[in-house]
Nanobody, 122 residues
Framework: QVQLVESGGGLVQAGGSLRLSCAAS????????MAWYRQGPGKQRELVAR???????NYADSVKGRFTISRDNAKNTVYLQMNSLKPEDTAVYYC????????????????WGQGTQVTVSS
């Protein structure tokens, strides 16, 4: 049983900043990679940022230079610092944990959080 809980979403004006957090709980041994996805109204879900266990990162072109992803392995937590927010960033942001190793299990699984709403007003 693994749960991912996001926090930090909310309403912010264009040009402002928000910091999202996602904490994974359970009998977790390790998480290979963690990522943030988002889905705006009437749009497909897209990858925003991803970070591996070795701290390699990837970003969507639309957020490069504005967003920064980081993680704290000891706390099984991933963060997304969002600066210079634009109305186009409005979406539900989902946390993802990939290839999660759990104590007593021979399988690695992928988990999703329930999402947190980010709304950027113009």
């Amino acid at each position: 049983q693994v749960q991912l809980v996001e926090s930090g979403g909310g309403l912010v004006q264009a040009g402002g900043s928000l910091r999202l957090s996602c904490a994974a709980s359970g009998s977790i041994i390790s998480i290979n990679a963690m990522a943030w996805y988002r889905q705006g109204p009437g749009k497909q879900r897209e990858l925003v940022a991803r970070i591996t266990s070795g701290d390699s990162t990837n970003y969507a072109d639309s957020v490069k230079g504005r967003f920064t992803i980081s993680r704290d392995n000891a706390k099984n937590t991933v963060y997304l610092q969002m600066n210079s927010l634009k109305p186009e960033d409005t979406a539900v942001y989902y946390c993802n944990a990939d290839r999660v190793r759990i104590s007593g299990s021979y399988w690695s699984l992928n988990y999703w959080g329930q999402g947190t709403q980010v709304t950027v007003s113009s």
